[in-house]
Every structure is written in structure tokens, then in C-alpha cells.
């Protein structure tokens, strides 16, 4: 700041301190109260929240436009929106309402009627079954039955049946790990794993023993791709060369299996493990009865299933709807032989098929090291790992009435609708329901034939409410009480087999949750060690308890800031790192602040001192002599009293304190805030608010220093000093340990350091630079940061039981791998017309959709049409790219015709005939007749989707066709409201979705894949797209993790050089001197890449954490480069001037010549020595000691249960080491050897400021 204004305001805060500081602390206070009063708390349950990378020309962005857009079409229809899995993330919590276990399914007596594949017109106690390797096309259209009925409703049901779901000429076409099935229904049965045709027995399992275990067994009830709700114990073999598929060690399993029920009071819920199945296999309901022939048993069912698990047809979805129909429409007496061999429906009575059970143990009961191994011998394979399972819900059964659920048959409607526009019609076209035909006229009335049939009065079904047995904290506290710790976790094992692993209802999210408060309470022993390290540096404890009411009060004022100013409704539970980085480095311009406050000090008393001494000597004709050395100063401090100091005397040293230690506080807090400040670039919510929060954390405590803080020294200067010294220490004390402290500190920061840098500078300079050139080589070529190899996030460290669950156990069991890679693998590609992928809404607020930015589409156009025709036929032949477009191609022609012919109204009235086709008409008129037939048809399918069809009369036979066309997910239209004129509708979005050929799942191959298809799309829309298609633009769900490694590898990297450049600008505009701020960033880069290195080697990956960490690298360690580069800039001229003349006047005294280099050469050396043993005396100590407070941050950090705390820890004392070894030995060393001496390099401010000036005057 100028001198005047420097000077006005050292006045203020001298004579008005306490008002400054009070006037401070109130405002801080009172912003602090409105945050938290006045605004809405941030919601801390879920560590999701702000989990995306949302900004311009991001793949999540595009996704939410893609959300937004199907919310657009389902609310203008009040269609439900798309349901997730059973259990969510969080879901497993809650009340869960389900269908109706289906009994008959489990009954043996009436399955073997469904299955058994008689001979035909065989008797019923012959148990020879149809050879499934015999069967043909004519097998199953063979209706002729003894006592078939050729009107029977069973034919129609099985037809009808048929035709919608699975006929045997049909494909089926799956996409399993690497591998596309596409086989017929014909060709699937004929090669199911056969065991033996002559006996019934062999070849079905015992169903009537799995009805117990429904609610584990059925996906329906325990969730679509995993098991959230229930409790997992993962056991191994105790030796190496043990094989769990044993007599010995099943028995210890089931021994275990109750045990484990014992301990969480589970014993009334079911439970499965390996024993348990091979008992139930065997017909046996205990497991600890099992025999060794049952063992083989066991074994040999899965070895003859395995070729069809390995082949991927294990996992094609069956269904037992059509068994269920069938059982619940005829008596036994009327089965017939159709019916008892429905194509694909056999295969779910089959024992590799029956409710997946077989998959479900080879997919997470048996690891897949033995499934390798069993293809190879059934013999000699050995099972390594297998699960525990535990169901943690409670099955309620109950009655609820229809109208709670909507009618969920027919759709409600109000009797004023009714009235209005449906029931007189129904009536006379005779398509009223039966159940209603009673009260309808003449007999009853219009309204009361509406209230029966849309409202389904008095009308219950049965329902099953899951309802968890223990919530989340209760969890938590049975996993603290019996398995938490290593002690207690090893006390689970025995000679057999012994617990590596664990799930308790996925409540590791929850868990971790509730450690970051505790772990954030380890910011107290942060702050109490950096109060000690206060205590004894500055010995004060008023100090140290302005540090932390300093930390707090700018921690409070940027919530303030941050949710009332910026308005960002999330608060990510990685903003609590804040408390500790500020912590560490928020001292840093405390020591600095007080120690130029010593400083400055010291040097007016060393004037007051000259001045007294040069009146004494005059007055007494004693010529001054130079005997008042620098360490004889040191003690001048103890010879005048406080008193002394009058006002001007503190307005004098707070002036220049701000002056010398507002400089480096400033562009310390500058660089550091800006460092933060670029994680903005990263376009990741975690990693931008972070940054936001903890920049302008910094900035705030910046400014509290110079304002609060400065006040207060006043205030300790004053009142407080000898008051705490009197307090804190005896005078014994004070004449022997602090002045050992004082003369230590002395020793080292003024005598040892500057002998160790000046004397071996050389080797100091090769040394640090060689680790500097490794440390480059680590980041950018080996090991190197890694994208994130998964998108799960470790929250307590490899070898938490759940950790292992969860990156231990999922690798190891095939039901995992392949979820996951049926997640990321074959990706469905979806091309979008008709919107922008613009994503307007607020960056930070996910429930914030913005705006959709429609764009023209033209569907009912030929040339749209035909675009769309090419485009289709052209993805088909990118197979480099691409999977089958066959399903694409036959959607998009269901909806072509559409565009030439209306099913459902007379083409009489548009006056076409044959002779005349739509191609050779005007193209204005055919256009029109397009969009005639286009609208007027989606209308009427779309009043089929919402159940409105009645209304107009529809025909059910229409809707059954047009839902069959429009019911397609490669070919998606999506429509407007209806219009309130005339009913029509406006299609304003166009899907086209097709399955990419990438079967890979890790982020390079992600990266090549979607710049192939970025350079196929673009140029080719460019090319032939019709003007008002050339908006179009593709993404994927698939795409969404790698959007987040690409956005965090590419963000976090931009950040890193934006925030060295802007450190170097700022070194540049503050030291005034270019070299020092060149030295200052090779020395920043070279310690951060040194860092940096340390963790790639430590096999770190570039994840959310990770990227926080190298973002904030630059910013933490500028700090120290700084001071010392300041203080090499602002050494002392007299004393230079002095020891410069010496060396001339020695130099000269035995060489004559004074212009020789080697004279420039001794005195531009003896010039970087003093300069640098100024640094280093000047602010050496207040360095180390910042250094030193950040690392002990880190340190406190590192025993948190958290694996983000301790990252964070390791990272802070690690960039502390990296940069504190750096600045003092490599930094210091270079400016003793090539750094600038006088002003060269330096930027004549004064002279620009002067010629600015008289600009001004002349213009």
C-alpha cells in the first residue's frame, strides 16, 4: 500500500486497536450467526452429493440434459419415472413394498406337471422324458392332445404369450463380459446341459425345500444386481492347500453360519452359505448333516452346468409369468400337452435354471479361481473363498386397496371426466368391462358405471413389506462392538476357515459418514499442537489463542460467503479438510507477521540505542566507535522498558511491519487463494467447491491478520507482554531457557544454515536439481499419476474389513466382475436431435435442470426421414465402432411407416391411392400428409401408453400395435404435451441408440474409444446432415465415470500450470526482480513434482482427493520460495555497500587493476552472501516454523480412520519437506551462485511510476 496510506492506517490501528479488533470480531460474529440461522443446512448424509463434472462440453452435463429431457416428455404425460434397482445406494433402509411371492413356483406337485417333458400321449406315471437334442419347430406347434380343446382359452393365453415374449424362431441377444449371445429359442433348449432323460428325480431339484429361502434367492426381493439389504460374511481356508468344498470345512461353515446368526441376534431369518446349499441340493434342511456323497452330488451339478454358465446363457432373464397364468386359469384335469412344453418356459423347471439358483452359487458363493479351475478337472479344483449370507429384512404380508396404488390395472379417472368423454361411448360400442356391465344403463347410470369401472372401489391385492431388522447406526454399533479392530476381527477363525471380509447391508457409506465427525474433532489436537509450538516459539499463549480464534472466525465468515453470497446449496464433507489446512498454513503469516514485528523492533531500538550513544558521545567528545555488533542488539530489547515505546514508536514499526511482512503475507495468501481458486477449472463439484471454500478461507484469514490480528499486537505490546511473561515463566526461566532458545535459534538461522548453503552451494544445487529431473521423470513418465481405475471410493483404507469387501472380495467372485462390466462394458451409445447439449442450470445445484434448448427437427420432412434411414444403415456399417444396428433398423422402419399409412384412421379421406405414392406427390403436400398421419398416430400410441385409449373409442387391437412399435428403445421419440387446441402432438426429441463394441473398461481404452466415435460423428454430420439436423451430438450412461477421470485428469493438470503461472506473475509483480521469480518456480516445480512422484510411487491414482492434492501443491508451497526471495531482495544496502568496499579495498591492496573480472566477479559474490544470509537471518526461522506447524497439521491428520484425512496428512507433511529442503537448499544455493546482484533484473517501478505520471500531466 502507498506510504501515506500505510501510515494513516499503522495510526488507526495504534491508537484505535481495541475498536479494530472488537469492530472485527462482531461483524465476523454476526455473518457467522446469519449463515447458520438464516440459511438452510447443508445436508451431510450423503458423500455423493456434488459427485459429477458438470460445465460446458462435459459428458455429465450432456447426461443431465438427457434427464431433463425424459422428465419433459414422462411429466406431460404423468408417466412414472424410471425406477432403479430395488435397493439404492441408501434404500436399503427403507420400507420396501413388493409383489406377492409367487407359492406355486415352489410347489413340487403342481411344477412337475408344468416340466416333465413326456413323451407324447404318455401315461402319467412314466417318467421318460423328451430327448432335448431332438427337438424341432414341429414339436412345438403340435397341439394334438387327447383332451386338447382346440377353443380352449390355454391356446390363446400361450399363443398370445408366445407371440409377445419368446417364440422359438426368435433370437435371443444378450451381451455377457466380452461375449454377444445371439441364439434361437429352439437352439437354446435343444443344448441345455442334460443329466439323465430316464428319471425325473435326477434331473429337478427339490423345490419345495428353497420356499424358505424366497426372499435371498429371488432378485426381485434382494435387488436387481446386488444384495444392499442383507448382511455378508466372506470366509477363507485357514491353509493355503485346503479346499472349502470339504466335508470338514463345510461343517465349520455351518457352524459359523449360526454363530454369526447368534451374535446379531438373527436367529429367526433365514441365511444361505455354501453348506446350506449343498444340504438343500441334497434334500436335506441341515446343514451339519451333509455327507461326503452329497458333496459329490453337489459338485457334479455344477460341473454339468458350468459350460452354460461359462457360455454367458445362464445369465438370459426367464420369467415364471406364463406358468403362473397358466396355473391360475386351469385345473389340472385340463392341462395339456402345449402346455407343458412352452417353448423357453421348460428350461425354469431345469436344475442349472431353477430360479438361477445354480448361477447364483457359482456367481458369489464359489471365487472364480475355481471355476477356471473346474473347467480344467472336477476333481482337483479347490474353493478358496465363499460368503456367508444373512437376510436382514423382516416380511410382513398385507392387504392394501387399489385405489392407494392408482388402480394399478386401470387407470383413475373422476366421474366428471368420465362422464365427459367415455362411458356413453363404451356402452355402445360394447367394450365395457364385465365386472362393470351391471351398472351400466339402462339398468344403472353413467356415473356409477365410471366409479366401477376407473375406480376400482373396494378392490385389494396382497403386497409384501420388507422392513429392515437394523437400521444404519445400529449396524454400525454391531460392527464396533464384535468385529471392529484387528484384535477382535482375527478372533473369527479356527483350523478350517477364518472371516477376511465383511458387508453389513452396504453401510460402509454410513460408516464413513459418521467418522468424519469424529475425525474432524482430530482438528483439536491440530490446534493444540500448533498452540504448543506457539507457546513455545513466540511464548505466548495470547498468540496462539488468537491463531485459532483467527482459524475459526475466517472458517465461519467463509460459510458465510459461500452460501449467502455464492449460493452453493451442497457442502461436501471434504470441505472439513479446510479446518486443517488452514491450521497449518494460517500461522504461517502470524510467525511471519510477529516475527517482521521483532524485527522492526529491534531495529528501532537499535536507532533509539545509536541515537542515545551519538547525544551521550557528543556531549562527552567520545567518538563513537563501532561496538554496537548485530549480537550485541539482541539484548537492547531487555534494556528499555515497554515504556518506551510510545505511540509514534508503534506506529513506526507497524508501518514497516506491514510494509516488509504484509508484502510476503500477501503474496503468500494471494498464490495460495488463486491455487485454490483454479479448481474451478476441473469442472468436478467436489474438487470446485472445495476449492472455492478453503481459497476463500485463506484470503479471510489474510485479511483478519493485517486487521485483527495487527490490532492485537498492539494490544500485546501494551498490556500483555510483560503480564504473560510474568505469567508463563519465572525470571529464572526467562535469563536461561529463553535465551538458550533465543541464542540456539540464532545460532542455527544465522550461523549454521548460512555456512552449510554459501560453503556447499555446488553440491547443493547438483544434488536438488538431479532429484528435481527424477521427480519430473516420475510425473510425467514412470510410475506417473494414473486416471482411477474404478469409480468406487476407498473411505477406510485397504485393510478395513469392509475396504476388503469391497476392492478384496468383488474382484474375486464372477457375480461382481460381471455386473460391473455389464455396467462399462458394450456401451449404448444414444445420437440426440432436436435438443442442444446446453446445460444452463446452476454448477452446483444437481436438482437444478436449467433450461432445454430445443431445436427444429422436422420429423414429419422425407429428407429428415430418410437421413434418419441412412444414418441407421450407415452405424450398421461401423463395426469398428459398433455392435448389430439390426434391432435399430427394424424399430426405426416400425416408425417409417407411420409416416406413409395410419392404421387407425381411413387413408380414404387424404384422396391417395396406389398409383400415386407419397414419393411422387409435391413436397409440400407430402410433407403434410406426413406430419398428418406421424402426429395423429403417436397421439393415439400415446394415449395406448397412458391408458386414454378408451376415451376415443381405440380399438385394444390398435394399441397392442402400436405399442409394439412404439415401445422401442434404439429408435425413442419424444413428444410434447398435447396441444390444448386440437389434441395434437409435436415430437421435440430424437433418440437413436445403438451398442458400442467396447468391451474394455479401463480409462485409456475409454479415452481412444470415444475420440473414434467423436471423429466419425462430427465430420459425418457436417457432411451430409440436412441443416437443421447439424446440432446433433451423442453420449452415453456409460460415458459418465470416464467423463469424471477425463475432466480430472485434464482439470486437475490445467489447474497445476495456471496456478505455477500465476505464482510466477505474482513473484514476478512483488519481488520486482525476474530471476527471482524464474528460480522461485523451477525451485515450486521441482519440489511439487518430487511430491508429487512420492505418491505415484505409493501406487496413489488421480482421484477426487488426489487431485485437491496437486491442485493445492502450488499454493502451499510458494510460500517459503517467497519469504526467502523477499528477503534476498530487501537485504540491507548499507551493509552491502560495506562488505562490497572491503573486498575492493583487499582486492586492491595486492592487484592494481580495477576494472578486472575477477574483482566484479569477488564482489557480486560477497554481495548473493550477504544477501542471503539476510534471507535467512530475516525470515529463516519464521519459515521452518511455518513449515514446521503445517507438517505437525498433517501429522494429526494422519491417524484419522478416514482414508481422505489421512491422504491429506501424508500429502501436507510430504509437500512441507519437499518444499521447506527445496526453498532453503536448493533456492537459497542457486541465488548464492547466479543471483542478481544491485538492481539488475530488477523493474524500476519508481521510474514507470514517475513517467506514468508526467503522461498524465502533459495530457
Not at 384335469?333 to 428350461?347: F, G, P, R
Not at 453470497?565 to 491450521?583: A, Q, R, V
Not at 536461561?736 to 550461523?751: A, H, P
Request: with cysteine; aromatic share 16%; hydrophobic share 40%.
Amino acid at each position: 500500500m502507498p506510504f501515506s496510506l500505510n501510515i494513516f492506517y499503522s495510526r488507526l490501528l495504534v491508537r484505535h486497536h481495541w475498536l479494530v479488533l472488537n469492530f472485527i470480531v462482531f461483524c465476523c460474529v454476526s455473518l457467522i450467526t446469519i449463515a447458520f440461522v438464516f440459511t438452510k443446512l447443508p445436508d451431510l448424509s450423503d458423500p455423493r452429493i456434488g459427485w459429477g463434472a458438470r460445465g460446458k462440453g462435459t459428458i455429465f452435463s450432456q447426461l443431465m440434459v438427457l434427464r431433463h429431457a425424459a422428465e419433459r416428455f414422462r411429466h406431460a404425460y404423468d408417466l412414472p419415472l424410471d425406477e432403479n434397482e430395488l435397493f439404492g445406494m441408501f434404500e436399503q433402509f427403507f420400507n420396501v413394498t413388493v409383489d406377492v411371492l409367487d407359492e406355486n413356483t415352489y410347489r413340487s406337485d403342481v411344477l412337475k406337471k408344468y416340466d416333465i417333458w413326456k413323451k407324447k400321449k404318455s401315461k402319467e406315471d412314466n417318467n421318460e422324458l423328451v430327448d432335448y437334442h431332438d427337438l424341432n419347430k414341429e414339436f412345438y406347434d403340435n397341439a394334438e392332445d387327447e383332451d386338447y380343446d382346440e377353443n380352449s382359452e390355454a391356446k390363446s393365453l400361450y399363443q398370445w404369450n408366445r407371440d409377445r415374449h419368446f417364440d422359438v424362431e426368435n433370437l435371443i441377444t444378450k451381451y455377457v463380459d466380452n461375449k454377444m449371445i445371439n441364439i434361437t429359442i429352439l437352439d437354446f433348449v435343444k443344448n441345455l446341459p442334460q443329466f439323465n432323460k430316464t428319471s425325473y428325480k435326477s434331473t429337478r431339484l427339490p423345490f419345495d425345500l428353497f420356499r424358505p429361502y424366497a426372499y435371498l434367492l429371488e432378485a426381485k426381493y434382494r435387488g436387481q444386481t446386488g444384495r444392499d439389504g442383507m448382511i455378508e460374511f466372506y470366509i477363507e481356508r485357514s491353509n493355503i492347500n485346503d479346499d472349502l468344498l470339504s466335508l470338514d470345512h463345510l461343517r465349520s461353515i455351518c457352524q459359523w453360519e449360526k454363530q454369526f446368526k447368534d451374535i446379531l441376534t438373527l436367529n429367526h431369518v433365514q441365511s444361505l452359505s455354501l453348506a446350506t446349499f449343498v444340504a438343500l441340493y441334497s434334500s436335506k434342511n441341515d446343514c451339519q448333516l451333509i455327507t461326503s456323497n452329497d458333496i459329490e452330488r453337489f459338485r457334479s451339478i455344477l460341473h454339468t452346468c458350468l459350460p452354460y454358465y461359462i457360455n454367458g446363457y445362464m445369465d438370459i432373464p426367464l420369467s415364471d409369468e406364463f406358468v403362473t397364468l397358466v396355473g391360475m386359469k386351469h385345473q389340472s384335469k385340463d392341462w395339456t400337452y402345449q402346455e407343458q412344453v412352452k417353448a423357453i418356459y421348460t428350461t425354469l423347471r431345469h436344475t442349472c435354471f431353477y430360479k438361477n439358483i445354480t448361477r447364483f452359487i457359482l456367481d458369489h458363493f464359489v471365487d472364480k479361481n475355481f471355476i477356471y479351475d473346474f473347467q480344467q478337472s472336477k476333481i482337483n479344483s479347490k474353493v478358496s473363498k465363499s460368503m456367508i449370507y444373512i437376510s436382514n429384512y423382516k416380511i410382513i404380508q398385507y392387504n392394501r386397496t387399489r385405489d392407494q396404488t392408482m388402480c394399478l390395472k386401470r387407470q383413475p379417472y373422476s366421474i366428471k371426466y368420465c362422464q365427459q368423454r367415455g362411458c356413453m361411448n363404451d356402452y355402445q360400442d360394447k367394450m365395457i368391462s364385465k365386472l362393470c356391465v351391471d351398472q351400466a344403463p339402462p339398468l344403472g347410470n353413467c356415473e356409477k358405471y365410471c366409479q366401477c369401472k376407473y375406480q376400482c372401489i373396494n378392490e385389494t391385492e396382497q403386497v409384501i413389506l420388507l422392513t429392515p431388522i437394523f437400521k444404519e447406526q445400529e449396524l454400525i454399533n454391531l460392527y464396533r462392538k464384535y468385529f471392529a479392530g484387528k484384535q477382535l476381527f482375527s478372533t473369527y477363525k479356527n483350523q478350517f476357515i477364518k472371516l477376511i471380509a465383511l458387508n453389513f447391508a452396504y453401510v460402509r457409506e454410513k460408516a464413513a459418514m459418521v467418522q468424519v465427525y469424529k475425525d474432524t474433532f482430530l482438528s483439536v489436537i491440530a490446534a493444540g499442537l500448533i498452540i504448543i509450538i506457539t507457546i513455545v516459539y513466540l511464548r505466548s499463549i495470547t498468540i496462539a489463542f488468537m491463531i485459532v480464534l483467527g482459524t475459526t472466525l475466517s472458517l465461519g465468515v467463509s460459510y458465510f460467503i459461500y452460501r449467502v453470497i455464492y449460493g452453493i446449496p451442497i457442502f461436501p464433507t471434504l470441505n472439513f479438510l479446510s479446518i486443517f489446512i488452514l491450521i497449518g498454513i494460517g500461522c504461517d503469516d502470524i510467525f511471519v507477521f510477529f516475527d517482521t514485528w521483532d524485527h522492526e523492533k529491534k531495529e528501532w531500538l537499535r536507532k533509539y540505542h545509536d541515537k542515545q550513544q551519538q547525544q551521550i558521545d557528543f556531549e562527552t567528545n567520545i567518538p563513537l566507535n563501532d561496538l554496537n555488533t548485530r549480537e550485541e542488539i539482541q539484548t537492547t530489547k531487555d534494556e528499555f522498558s515497554n515504556d518506551s515505546l510510545d505511540e509514534e514508536a508503534l506506529i513506526e514499526i507497524m508501518s514497516k511491519t506491514l510494509k516488509h511482512g504484509g508484502k510476503s503475507m500477501f503474496v503468500t495468501s494471494f498464490t495460495t487463494t488463486a491455487a485454490f481458486f483454479t479448481n474451478m477449472l476441473t469442472n468436478i463439484s467436489f474438487i470446485q467447491v472445495f476449492g472455492v471454500y478453503t481459497g476463500t478461507s485463506i484470503l479471510l484469514y489474510f485479511l483478519i491478520t493485517i486487521t485483527a490480528i495487527a490490532a492485537f499486537a498492539v494490544i500485546y505490546e501494551k498490556h500483555i507482554r510483560n503480564i504473560s511473561s510474568c505469567v508463563c515463566f519465572t525470571k529464572t526461566m526467562k535469563t536461561s531457557f529463553i535465551k538458550f532458545c533465543q541464542r540456539f535459534r540464532d545460532y542455527i538461522f544465522n550461523y549454521l544454515m548460512p555456512l552449510i548453503i554459501i560453503k556447499l552451494r555446488y553440491f547443493l544445487v547438483l544434488f536438488f536439481f538431479c532429484l528435481g529431473i527424477l521427480g519430473l521423470i516420475g510425473v510425467f513418465y514412470y510410475p506417473k499419476f494414473e486416471a482411477p481405475s474404478t469409480y468406487k471410493v476407498n473411505f477406510f483404507g485397504k485393510n478395513h474389513p469392509m475396504e476388503i469387501y469391497e476392492f478384496g472380495m468383488k474382484p474375486q467372485f464372477n457375480g461382481y466382475i460381471k455386473e460391473y462390466n455389464r455396467f462399462f462394458a458394450y456401451p449404448e451409445i444414444s445420437f440426440v436431435f432436436g435438443i442442444r447439449d446446453i446445460d444452463d442450470g446452476y454448477i452446483f445445484d444437481m436438482n437444478d435442470r436449467g433450461h432445454l434448448h430445443l431445436m427444429p427437427i422436422d420429423l414429419h420432412r422425407l429428407v429428415t426421414l430418410d437421413f434418419f434411414k441412412q444414418f441407421i444403415q450407415d452405424l450398421g456399417k461401423r463395426n469398428d465402432l459398433f455392435l448389430s444396428n439390426y434391432d435399430l433398423e427394424r424399430d426405426f422402419n416400425a416408425f417409417y411407416q407411420l409416416s406413409k399409412q395410419n392404421s387407425f384412421i381411413d387413408e380414404v379421406k387424404y384422396n391417395l391411392s396406389k398409383t400415386n405414392p407419397l414419393e411422387m406427390m409435391n413436397e409440400t403436400i407430402r410433407d403434410a400428409i406426413i406430419e398428418n398421419n406421424q402426429r395423429s398416430a403417436l397421439k393415439e400410441a400415446m394415449q395406448c401408453i397412458t391408458g386414454t385409449a378408451g376415451e376415443n373409442n381405440i380399438p385394444i387391437e390398435f394399441c397392442q400395435e402400436q405399442l409394439k412399435k412404439q415401445r422401442s428403445y434404439s429408435w425413442t421419440v419424444l413428444l410434447d404435451k398435447p396441444s390444448s387446441i386440437d389434441g395434437s402432438v409435436r415430437p421435440f426429441a430424437i433418440f437413436i441408440t445403438i451398442r458400442g463394441n467396447l468391451n474394455s473398461t479401463n480409462y485409456k481404452s475409454y479415452d481412444a474409444y470415444y475420440r473414434k466415435i467423436k471423429d466419425f460423428f462430427d465430420p459425418y454430420i457436417k457432411k451430409y446432415a440436412p441443416l437443421h439436423l447439424k446440432h446433433g451430438w451423442f453420449s452415453s450412461p456409460t460415458f459418465a465415470f470416464y467423463g469424471i477421470q477425463r475432466e480430472t485428469v485434464v482439470g486437475s493438470y490445467s489447474s497445476l500450470v495456471v496456478s505455477l503461472g500465476i505464482a510466477l506473475l505474482v513473484l514476478f509483480l512483488t519481488s520486482g526482480n525476474l530471476f527471482i521469480a524464474i528460480y522461485a518456480l523451477i525451485t515450486m516445480t521441482f519440489s511439487i513434482n518430487v511430491a508429487i512422484a512420492i505418491f505415484a510411487t505409493l501406487k496413489w491414482e488421480l482421484g477426487i482427493v488426489e487431485a485437491i492434492i496437486l491442485i493445492m501443491s502450488v499454493g502451499l508451497s510458494v510460500d517459503f520460495v517467497v519469504h526467502f526471495g523477499v528477503g534476498y531482495i530487501h537485504a540491507d544496502p548499507n551493509r552491502i555497500d560495506r562488505e562490497r568496499k572491503k573486498v575492493r579495498n583487499r582486492y586492491l591492496s595486492t592487484t592494481p587493476d580495477s576494472t578486472s573480472f575477477r574483482l566484479l566477479w569477488k564482489e557480486h559474490e560477497v554481495e548473493r552472501e550477504i544477501r542471503v544470509r539476510e534471507s535467512i537471518s530475516r525470515v529463516g526461522s519464521a519459515v521452518f516454523m511455518a513449515a514446521f506447524t503445517t507438517f505437525a497439521a498433517g501429522f494429526s491428520m494422519i491417524h484419522a480412520s478416514l482414508t481422505a484425512y489421512r491422504e491429506m496428512g501424508q500429502f501436507l507433511m510430504t509437500i512441507m519437506l519437499t518444499s521447506w529442503f527445496f526453498a532453503m537448499f536448493f533456492f537459497l544455493p542457486l541465488c548464492a551462485i547466479l543471483g542478481p546482484v544491485g538492481a539488475y533484473g530488477s523493474i524500476p517501478f519508481t521510474r514507470i511510476a514517475l513517467r506514468f505520471k508526467r503522461c498524465i500531466h502533459r495530457n
